[in-house]
């Protein structure tokens, strides 16, 4: 069984994509800022790529938290992330 765990440790999420292939990205938006994203090589064109000082002071400034798994069920690399509210419960 696969277990996902939440971090706000920039160090963490950094080696976790990093040991993975990915890079940091954003998909502007209206707003400041925009979507964070782990930028894993696929074809994305509305990701654009950032630096890590940028993407952490988008993550810090929206006070998000980061959601991944390491494994899969499978017991494969996972690269299954995703970025929650850090004040949200449960």
Do not use: C
């Amino acid at each position: 069984m696969s277990e996902s765990k939440t971090t706000t440790n920039h160090d963490d999420i950094r080696q976790w994509a990093e040991d993975r292939g990915g890079r940091p990205a954003v998909v502007r938006t209206r707003g400041e800022g925009g979507i964070l994203r782990i930028d894993f090589g696929e074809a994305e064109e509305e990701f654009e790529a950032i630096e890590w000082d940028e993407f952490f002071r988008i993550f810090d400034e929206n006070k998000l938290a980061f959601l991944y798994q390491d494994e899969t069920g499978g017991g494969k690399t996972s690269r299954f992330n995703k970025f929650v509210d850090r004040n949200q419960k449960g």
